[in-house]
């Protein structure tokens, strides 16, 4: 799946598109096809400190839109 990425670096000139796995899910969880994203002042919060993050690579996008187009085995709540 295609991802956006900030590298151990500060600012938004550590942000990378790259490539990842496609997790599985777990019983609880659902797959969203994200259609929108947008970055606000805590993403900007978060790129500014991306390079002392002990969870580097970090992932943005505090907002966002899609839609679910996968469901774990017990997921009740929500429908393809």
């Keep these: ?3 956006y990425e900030l590298q151990k670096s500060d600012g938004f000139s550590a942000l990378a ?3 990842r796995e ?3 899910l ?3 969880e659902v797959r969203v096809r994200v259609r929108a994203v ?3 002042f805590r993403d900007l919060a ?4 991306a390079k002392h ?3 580097a690579p970090v992932v943005p996008c505090s907002d966002g839109a899609g839609e679910v187009i996968e469901l774990g085995s ?4 929500w429908k393809l």
């Design 1 to 3: 799946m295609k991802s």
């Design 17 to 19: 598109r790259c490539e």
């Design 22 to 24: 496609r997790p599985r």
């Design 26 to 28: 777990a019983a609880t």
């Design 38 to 40: 947008s970055l606000n």
């Design 46 to 49: 978060i790129a500014k400190t």
């Design 53 to 55: 993050s002990k969870k």
């Design 74 to 77: 017990g997921v009740t709540r």
